[in-house]
């Protein structure tokens, strides 16, 4: 697997797949051909603008820990396909903004994100869709899930911007704290409370990645 | 193994267990039956400990110890365990990470990945069930014959003392019956467990052979006797009762 470090503020990826570090706080990604990205981002602020080139699609596996506060822009022109996952662990205030610009025709974007919030932390997570007017034959979709743990607060704010009526849009928000019936059911097995409570949370913010490496990780990293 | 006296129990306000008394000896087989929504899963959840049922009065003692005040994973650790009517599933847990934590969490050892490996295909197999829902999500994406076929994989590796099968045969197709039918005698067979049966139908009967047959009405077991009580029932209803 190939793994990139980018310290530049202008960055070109094309046919990649493998793991990213971006050391800078601002960037501008262009992405050609077939794009596959993982980041492991802890503590970061990040701006950044990605640009779809036509024909081009990107899979972008990203996971954070702790306080972060990133802005992501997502252009896709035409006929390009983005899905963008995210899932995050918080105990700190921390900010997602995810505008996503359909200029063109043709595209499919997926946005999903997992966020578990901890501690007396707040998360504001903000995803803006904005789909051009006399666009056609695009399809989007926003999926986009917290749980609340402890003292913790998350706000999602959906917006959806569609001026064109040749899209099919879905989306899907919703907030919560861990489901009751399934600690009963983890717990009726002999776990404990609090390792019930673990794996189900786990399982929230893994379950999002094909990639089992990926989960694997995570599963590593938080444990 | 399990004894329930004068137990009066309510979920949502509502009573429904009242005056329900239950001997359970070692290694016995009892069958439960009854009317839809008279309280058979209710009881199943008490037994657990399910935090939305209350007991108002009345006790529950399990091998000398009563339950009354234990939580969930307690009465588990103790050796009671549930096959639930329609098990739920688990999203982003699977089967080998739940059974590894419990397993973990009970003996307070780390489980040797080699040998608990071996045993989930070994099970797999003689539940007839792909050794690929070892890493599988819990119950999700499983049909219902399936979710239950899982349920038991569970069971076999945690290795209960008392079980709870809450109509275990409903959603099971004739062959699937008989292959989780017989994996419940083998493993009465080797760990001779005692055995609560929920059911509305007397063709699991024909394989697993019960001790005592009960019918629940109005919160309280009405009437108790051997198999020939469930084929009076198949054949003429509760209005009997
Ligand atoms: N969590 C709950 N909240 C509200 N009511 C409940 C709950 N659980 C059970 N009940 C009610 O308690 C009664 C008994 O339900 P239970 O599920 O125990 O019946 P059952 O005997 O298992 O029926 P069936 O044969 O249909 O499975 C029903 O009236 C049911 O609606
Ligand atoms: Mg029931």
Redesign the pocket.
């Known amino acids: 697997m190939n793994n990139i470090v980018i310290d530049r503020e202008e960055f070109c990826l094309e046919d990649f797949d493998g793991e990213v570090k971006i050391n800078v706080k601002k960037l501008i990604l262009i992405i050609k051909g077939h794009v596959v990205i993982k980041e492991w981002i802890k503590n970061n602020e990040l701006d950044l603008m990605i640009n779809m080139e036509e024909n081009s699609s990107l899979e972008y596996n990203r996971f954070g820990l702790e306080n972060s506060d990133n802005k992501i822009i997502i252009n896709q022109n035409s006929n390009s396909r983005v899905i963008f996952k995210e899932s995050l662990l918080v105990d700190n205030d921390s900010k997602l903004k995810i505008k996503n610009n359909i200029l063109g025709n043709n595209n499919i974007s997926e946005i999903i994100v997992r966020a578990v919030s901890k501690e007396d932390s707040r998360l504001v997570v903000d995803a803006i869709l904005d789909v051009l007017e006399n666009t056609f034959g695009n399809e989007v979709k926003e999926d986009l899930r917290g749980l609340e743990q402890e003292n913790s607060k998350i706000t999602i704010i959906p917006d959806m911007l569609v001026a064109s009526s040749e899209v099919m849009a879905n989306h899907n928000v919703t907030i919560g704290s861990i489901s009751k019936e399934d600690l009963f059911y983890l717990c009726s097995k002999g776990l404990t409370f609090d390792n019930a409570k673990k794996l189900l949370e786990v399982g929230f913010l893994t379950s999002i990645y094909e990639d089992i490496e990926m989960q694997e990780k995570i599963k590593e990293i938080i444990k | 193994m399990l004894q329930i006296k004068n137990l009066t129990a309510s ?2 306000r ?1 009573k ?1 267990i009242n005056g329900l008394d239950l001997e359970i000896n070692d290694s016995e087989i009892h069958v439960l039956m ?10 199943c ?1 008490i037994l657990l400990k399910d935090e ?1 049922y209350t007991i108002s009065s009345g006790v529950i003692i399990f091998n000398g110890t009563k339950i009354n005040d234990l939580n969930t994973t307690e009465v588990a650790r103790l050796g009671i365990y549930l096959v639930n ?1 329609n098990p739920i599933g688990i999203e982003g847990v699977t089967n080998a990470e739940m059974l590894r934590t419990a397993l973990s969490d009970i003996t307070g050892e780390r489980v040797g990945i080699f040998e608990f490996n071996k045993k989930l295909e070994n099970i797999c197999k003689e539940l007839d069930i792909p050794k690929e829902f070892i890493h599988r999500e819990i119950n999700v994406g499983m049909s219902g014959g399936e979710r239950k076929k899982n349920e038991l994989m569970h069971l076999w590796m945690l290795e209960p003392k008392f079980i709870i099968l809450d ?1 275990l045969d409903s959603g099971l197709d004739v062959d699937a019956l008989k292959v989780v039918s017989e994996s419940i005698n083998k493993y009465y067979e080797k760990f001779k467990p005692s055995i609560l049966i ?1 059911t ?1 139908h007397n063709k699991i009967l024909e394989y697993i052979k019960p001790h005592k047959v009960h019918v ?1 009405k109005d919160g309280k077991i009405i009437k108790s006797g051997d198999i020939t009580l469930a084929k009076e029932i198949e054949n003429s209803g509760f209005t009997a009762f």
């Open positions: 979920v949502e509502k429904i009854g009317p839809n929504g008279v309280g058979k899963s209710t009881i959840k939305n009517q109509e929920i509305h629940l």
